[in-house]
């Protein structure tokens, strides 16, 4: 929540760390000092190339543009200057029921995140920040797609300071909620906090295994046959006909790059019912996935992969995304890759269910009993992998299964269906045949069966009818598959 500021109650309020103007503008100072040099590289290299043969010409360095130098000289001057000025008007409180953020000199505005809202907290040190030893407390709050909030930056460990008691604070205040909500039966034993709680190793994914997973994946193909293909038209002197490939070439290998150094050193850890994840090479990341707000799971295994064994998994979660609102991490993956021991075993911990972790391994190595696949007409629409679509409704969860290249296992437990809708395309109605979506949280994973039978997909939109109610899950309940669901909207 922003509202304008007109209060000059400062107390309280506690401003970032100094360098953080010079850490943010760092970038800016040196594009453009990069951008100078490049400038004067090229001048010198066309006055060298327009010298005559013997011959004399003028100096390059007769014209040095010292206003364009000035000009550049005042620009970062007046950048640094407007970051101090930021900076000095920029300050944060933890209030009582709020998180609260002071910004501007002119135009004054204060931002209020209640307690009640925040989603997730996370810890996140780009490079410059390592380098000078500072971090940034990033909180993620339910809302639209701006909303988070930045404290930075402050010292390592008073940002670490930060996260914990604002964790503690979102702990304490749903605990209040539920007491508020319905009278409690237990006993005198005081409850557990994030900041007592002992942290449980789950999951470290070696170095080597992320490097071979980006070995092993469709860019790193596609930039196999690039080069081959360039090395064949280099031969017969054909090479600029590539040219316009470039870009694309040039997108794969920066997302091949982000991907080892998003993930590099991948550590998850269980507190409490927080799951805890460390990651990053050049810049570091610690996020905090609360379990009761996991809503579908998904794991997928690329052809490239399925002699090593090894599966990613993606997760939709209730008003935040991992890594908090970044652009480069809101693809909700959990673990990029992991084998399939390491997988099932996270699964047991996020549905919190062993039942559902069993379905799904059934579902990896066979047909299960219980399992509605398509019918053999469908093969017309999926001649490869119809045997392999379905779904298996189990006791908490209903697990689908599709793909044939790309293999996917989706785990969407019932009290976490919104709702439920039966699609029919031109030739799926002349082969009697239906799609099956639901509707969770919006998220990477969009869990559906296509193609099946009608009375089977009518038989499934029964059965979430039947396993789920109107009732909301209590606060503080189980997570993971929890037989009574947040909320149910049903639609036909």
């Known amino acids: 929540m922003t509202t304008t500021s007109s209060s000059d109650d400062l107390e309280g309020f506690v401003r970032v760390h100094p360098l953080t103007p010079f850490i943010r503008g760092g970038l800016v100072v040196l594009g453009v000092l990069g951008y100078l040099v490049s400038q004067q590289v090229d001048r010198i290299a066309g006055a060298m190339s327009d010298l005559p043969d013997g011959g004399e010409g003028g100096a390059p360095g007769g014209d040095f543009p010292l206003v364009q130098i000035g000009l550049v000289a005042v620009s970062v001057l007046g950048v640094v200057l407007l970051a101090v000025l930021s900076w000095w008007f920029t300050r944060y409180r933890l209030g009582d029921e709020s998180l609260e953020m002071r910004r501007g000199a002119i135009f004054r505005s204060l931002r209020e995140v209640p307690y009640n809202r925040i989603q997730a907290v996370d810890l996140v040190r780009p490079l410059l920040a390592r380098l000078t030893g500072l971090a940034e407390v990033r909180v993620e709050s339910a809302g639209g797609g701006d909303s988070h909030v930045e404290i930075a930056y402050l010292r390592l460990a008073e940002a670490e300071d930060v996260r914990q008691r604002i964790l503690g604070l979102v702990r304490q205040v749903g605990v209040q909620q539920v007491g508020a909500q319905e009278d409690t039966d237990g006993g005198d034993e005081p409850e557990r906090t994030p900041e007592t709680e002992p942290e449980r190793h789950l999951l470290s994914v070696p170095p080597g295994r992320v490097v071979a997973s980006v070995l092993l994946s469709w860019e790193t193909v596609f930039l196999g046959v690039f080069f081959v293909a360039a090395g064949i038209l280099a031969v017969l002197d054909l090479l600029p006909v590539i040219g316009g490939i470039l870009p694309f070439v040039a997108l794969n290998v920066m997302r091949a790059i982000l991907r080892l150094t998003r993930w590099y050193g991948l550590t998850l850890g269980l507190r409490g019912d927080t799951?805890?994840?460390?990651?990053?090479?050049?810049?570091?990341?610690?996020?905090?996935?609360?379990?009761?707000?996991?809503?579908?799971?998904?794991?997928?295994?690329?052809?490239?992969?399925?002699?090593?064994?090894?599966?990613?998994?993606?997760?939709?979660?209730?008003?935040?995304?991992?890594?908090?609102?970044?652009?480069?991490?809101?693809?909700?993956?959990?673990?990029?890759?992991?084998?399939?021991?390491?997988?099932?075993?996270?699964?047991?911990?996020?549905?919190?269910?062993?039942?559902?972790?069993?379905?799904?391994?059934?579902?990896?190595?066979?047909?299960?009993?219980?399992?509605?696949?398509?019918?053999?007409?469908?093969?017309?629409?999926?001649?490869?992998?119809?045997?392999?679509?379905?779904?298996?409704?189990?006791?908490?969860?209903?697990?689908?299964?599709?793909?044939?290249?790309?293999?996917?296992?989706?785990?969407?437990?019932?009290?976490?269906?919104?709702?439920?809708?039966?699609?029919?395309?031109?030739?799926?109605?002349?082969?009697?045949?239906?799609?099956?979506?639901?509707?969770?949280?919006?998220?990477?994973?969009?869990?559906?069966?296509?193609?099946?039978?009608t009375d089977d997909a009518q038989l499934l939109g029964h059965l979430a009818a039947r396993h789920a109610s109107h009732a909301r899950r209590r606060s503080g309940g189980p997570v993971g598959c929890d037989p009574a669901p947040d909320r149910v909207d049903w639609s036909r």
Request: hydrophobic share 40%.
């Open 275 to 453: 799951l805890t994840s460390q990651r990053g090479l050049t810049d570091t990341r610690t996020s905090s996935v609360p379990l009761h707000r996991v809503q579908a799971l998904e794991i997928g295994q690329s052809v490239l992969w399925r002699r090593a064994g090894w599966w990613s998994l993606t997760v939709n979660i209730a008003g935040a995304r991992i890594g908090s609102a970044s652009s480069e991490d809101s693809d909700s993956v959990l673990v990029p890759v992991a084998t399939t021991r390491e997988v099932l075993d996270l699964l047991e911990v996020v549905t919190a269910d062993p039942d559902t972790t069993a379905d799904v391994a059934s579902l990896i190595v066979r047909t299960p009993e219980g399992f509605v696949g398509q019918p053999r007409r469908a093969r017309w629409l999926h001649p490869f992998a119809w045997r392999r679509i379905g779904y298996l409704p189990g006791r908490r969860a209903v697990i689908t299964r599709s793909g044939l290249a790309t293999r996917r296992l989706q785990v969407v437990p019932w009290g976490r269906i919104q709702s439920l809708t039966l699609a029919r395309g031109l030739a799926a109605r002349r082969l009697g045949l239906a799609d099956v979506r639901f509707i969770s949280t919006v998220g990477p994973v969009s869990p559906e069966v296509k193609h099946l039978a």
